[in-house]
């Protein structure tokens, strides 16, 4: 039998998962004498032995739902096992202990192919616990998506979940394998191992914003003082971290070791905690501490004598209270007396930066995954999605919000590869990676490097600035080179301006689809698809190929490699439209980085000047690609986290309480911002809209309900303003001609120009060809006689490849 610890008494955060129905319907399962296999879904297999013939219906770490419905399948005897046949897959299983040959699975219809036990799936890789001292690419462990077709999660040594919430451990020597069969439907392969799994947590609005965080002793005033800088600067963050800094740690009597471990302010530092932790919140920052809790409880610590009691210690012994998390009444009191305590002077959520191993007093079950999942509980008490910011623990760790990264080390290779990491992990649904921004240790200064890694930052999962504790080692902005400085800022303002299109697509991540996955998610069957690790889908408007390289000393821009999917694409900051289905070379100077729109795509963005994060804007700009047509369903949530619930009764992550259609007509060429749906109380009763689109000039009047209003702006971008209520919406017509997409990019070629650290003479004959009024395939041909630098001539024939003045 399963060894299930006894609770003694009931923890508050010790509760049945929510949405769990760990049960598979017993129509679902086929089962021999020491084997079970259950059909989840025409994709999806439980492969089960156990040599004891005893079989787990509790919940695990991983496989939290079995009950995914009914699925078509035929079942026949073969020798002592069976043979089982889908729709989409067929199982040959000989009921003995899992072998290559007595275990296969083979995939039917369209796709082929054929995986056997044992043998590699040859997936696309998943993600990994930590980038610690990783300097580049590190192994990446498996995931459920593969070229071959079949992706397998070995959930064998997980530990188990009782129905009461607790844990338990399994028996030696079963094997528990849940085999995905999708073929190159990766899409349906992350829903269903989220079907499975449970649904990545909806984040709470304000964890979208940017992050600061140092490792560095800050008192309450200088972290205040810093904090207004930022703001006097018109720099906004929406979460303040404190790193381990906020407990004792230099003070910490010697024998009690050392201040790695704590849960007592600093007085010195921090002398009245309540009112440094309101002032965060006065400037519209929510707060997390860092936590290294493997030391357990000391002496030292204000909170020792009520932690020592609750575990039957006499305090005068000064005896060290031990980390157990595999203990009920230490967890009870860790949270009872150690956090919610701090939690009531302000504390808004846990950075849990375990780094001590896997193993606990229960065998198999890791210290991290209980922090994980017992923070994740208790952080959500009071309702809401709740809040935690930890380490990856492995498959399922999607359910528990913000993952740390690690301590990644300061290069250009480090960089280059995080927006890969962080697209892969998408296999294994693991979508909201938080990476130390700027690199966290060693290294050497390097100003392109920071900027260009706050640009990645600001178009990924979360935006989190992070440093060792070395003085030399700092992401202030002001701290950089004018240019650099200026970059960097335009980039942190421009996050906060992505968080209406980034908080939309948190629900769609919580109902299954990640916010960035790599390019081979949107077309599978596409070999260029693979080719571009570094490219990746940033929600469902969006491509983003981020600048990881230094830039040429004689272009000045620097070179990424993309490969855009087909139709048409338009660069947000550039306005360069670019025809898809083939590969491109993008040059940006420093303040600018590949940030596509795909034809048809609806950008929604708070307006310049609403850097709040914590609350629905009362102005927006909606960007539009009018390509074609196209919708956006804006998602909106109530400031108080509490007041929207993260899961439904069944398991599936709720809807956002207000949502706002955004659609775009292009036939009729009609933008109709549509009425609230929902609660309306949470969005501002009037709303002053921006509508910009990507485009040139249009040739007619354009009308707001049917009244003319002014345009502003040039070919390429323009822009109308209106009032509307929110309970009714609005719709802009444009009258006139077609529009039309792309402009001369002559201009544009003048600047590279310009910029090139090259011969003038060459920069003439260059120009003259840009300037030639012949087709772009001549003008491309009369290149070739013009002896300019590659990294220039790159960049030229760039800008002349991309569409002009055509048809929208």
């Known amino acids: 039998m399963t060894d299930v610890v006894d609770t003694r008494r009931p923890l508050p955060v010790v509760r049945p998962l929510p949405g769990a129905a760990p049960q598979a319907r017993a129509q679902q399962q086929v089962r021999g004498d020491r084997w079970r296999v259950t059909v989840l879904t025409d994709c999806l297999f439980r492969v089960e032995w156990s040599p004891d013939g005893g079989f787990e219906d509790r919940a695990s770490t991983f496989a939290v739902r079995r009950d995914l419905g009914e699925a078509e399948f035929t079942a026949r005897p073969f020798g002592d096992g069976i043979e089982i046949t889908t729709p989409r897959a067929w199982l040959r299983y000989d009921g003995q202990e899992p072998s290559a ?4 699975v083979e995939l039917r219809g369209t796709d082929s192919g054929r995986w056997r036990y044992g043998e590699p799936t040859h997936d696309l890789g998943g993600t990994a616990r930590t980038l610690d001292d990783a300097d580049g690419r590190i192994d990446l462990e498996p995931g459920v998506v593969s070229p071959d077709g079949i992706g397998v999660v070995d959930d064998t040594e997980s530990f188990l979940f009782a129905d009461d919430g607790w844990i338990g451990t399994r028996p030696a020597g079963r094997r528990d394998l849940y085999v995905f069969a999708h073929g190159r439907d990766y899409a349906r392969a992350v829903r269903e191992l989220y079907a499975v799994s449970g649904a990545p947590m909806r984040l709470p609005r304000w964890a979208l914003g940017n992050w600061w965080s140092r490792y560095h002793p800050y008192s309450a005033d200088s972290y205040l003082e810093l904090m207004d800088r930022f703001d006097d600067e018109d720099v906004p963050f929406s979460v303040a971290v404190i790193d381990m800094d906020w407990h004792r740690v230099d003070s910490v009597p010697p024998q009690h070791g050392d201040g790695w471990t704590g849960y007592s302010w600093e007085p010195a530092l921090f002398p009245d905690p309540a009112e440094f932790l309101g002032a965060l919140h006065e400037r519209g920052m929510r707060t997390t501490l860092n936590l290294h809790p493997a030391d357990g409880v ?16 006499d305090p005068a012994t000064e005896a060290p209270v031990s980390f157990d998390p595999a ?3 230490f967890l009870r009191a860790y949270f009872e007396v150690l956090h919610h305590p701090l939690e009531e002077q302000g504390v808004d959520f846990w950075w ?9 007093g229960l065998r198999g079950v890791d210290p991290l995954w209980l922090l994980n999942h017992f923070h994740h509980l208790d952080a959500a008490r009071h309702g809401g999605p709740g809040m935690t910011f930890s380490r990856y623990a492995g498959p399922g760790s999607h359910r528990y919000a913000v993952g740390f990264s690690g301590d990644a080390v300061v290069s250009w290779e480090s960089l280059a590869f995080q927006p890969e990491f962080t697209a892969t992990a998408s296999n294994i649904g693991y979508c909201w990676w938080s990476h130390d921004i700027g690199g966290h240790t060693r290294g050497v200064r390097d100003d392109e490097l920071a900027t260009r890694w706050v640009q990645f930052g600001v178009l990924s999962p979360i935006m989190r600035l992070h440093s060792a504790n070395n003085p ?3 992401k202030e902005p002001w701290l950089f080179p004018a240019e650099h400085r200026q970059a960097m800022g335009d980039a942190l303002r421009f996050r906060h301006r992505l968080v209406p299109y980034l908080h939309t697509m948190n629900h769609l991540a919580a109902a299954g689809t990640p916010l960035v996955r790599p390019m081979y998610h949107l077309e599978p069957y596409r070999r260029e698809a693979y080719s571009v690790p570094n490219e990746y889908a940033f929600g469902t408007e969006l491509v983003v190929a981020p600048v990881v390289t230094p830039r040429s000393r004689v272009s000045l821009l620097s070179r ?3 490969w855009l999917p087909a139709g048409r694409w338009t660069d947000v900051f550039t306005g360069a439209v670019y025809q898809g289905d083939r590969h491109v070379e993008l040059h940006r100077p420093i303040d600018s980085v590949p940030v596509l729109l795909r034809d048809g795509g609806i950008l929604p963005l708070a307006a310049p000047g609403e850097q709040d994060a914590t609350c629905n804007p009362a102005a927006l700009e909606v960007l539009v690609a009018p390509g074609a047509s196209g919708r956006l369903d804006l998602a909106e949530d109530p400031e108080d986290d509490r007041d929207v619930q993260d899961v439904a009764p069944e398991g599936v992550a709720d809807g956002p309480a207000a949502t706002t259609p955004l659609v775009w007509d292009g036939a009729g060429r009609e933008l109709r911002v549509g009425a609230v749906e929902g609660r309306a109380d949470v969005v501002p009763a009037r709303r002053e809209w921006t509508v910009t689109f990507l485009a040139q000039l249009p040739t007619g009047e354009v009308t707001v309900d049917g009244r003319a209003v002014p345009v502003s702006g040039q070919d390429g971008r323009w822009s109308v303003s209106f009032t509307a209520a929110s309970t009714s919406g609005a719709v802009v017509r444009v009258g006139g001609a077609p529009l039309r997409l792309g402009v001369d990019p002559a201009e544009a070629v003048r600047t590279v120009l310009e910029r090139a650290q090259t011969g003038n003479p060459e920069k003439l004959a260059a120009w003259e060809v840009v300037t030639s009024g012949r087709g772009t395939v001549e003008r491309l041909a009369g290149l070739d006689s ?5 990294d220039v001539r790159g960049a030229v024939v760039e800008l002349l490849a991309t569409v002009a003045d055509a048809p929208a």
Do not use: C, K, N
């Not at 040959?101 to 296969?104: E, I, N, S």
């Not at 013009?786 to 590659?790: K, S």
């Open 101 to 104: 040959h007595g275990l296969v």
């Open 298 to 313: 000391r002496a030292f610590e204000d909170a020792y004598p009520r932690m020592a009691e609750a575990l039957g210690i």
């Open 327 to 329: 203990d009920p009444t």
């Open 352 to 360: 849990i930066d375990w780094q001590q191993g896997r193993t606990s």
């Open 472 to 474: 030399f080692i700092r």
């Open 560 to 562: 990424t490699r993309a």
């Open 786 to 790: 013009v002896d300019l630098p590659e």
